[in-house]
């Protein structure tokens, strides 16, 4: 069951529903099924605690000695 984020189109809040199958969504805070699917954004964090080297010596691109 995926959760989608939603923009209600009545009261205007922004809001996350879980949905189940081919149920129609209501706004958890007024009831309403006028929603708007909105994009989800996806974080695609770095798994390396270490940082990464500069791509170049220092001196090149711009990147300060």
Do not use: W
Not at 39 to 62: I, K, M, T
């Amino acid at each position: 069951m995926p959760i989608y984020e939603y923009d209600c189109d009545d009261c205007k809040e922004k809001v996350e529903v879980l949905v189940r199958g081919s149920e129609t969504p209501a706004c958890p805070t007024c009831g309403s099924e006028s929603l708007t699917r909105r994009l989800s954004v996806v974080h695609a964090g770095n798994a390396s605690p270490d940082p990464q080297p500069a791509p170049c010596r220092p001196g090149c691109c711009r990147i300060p000695s």
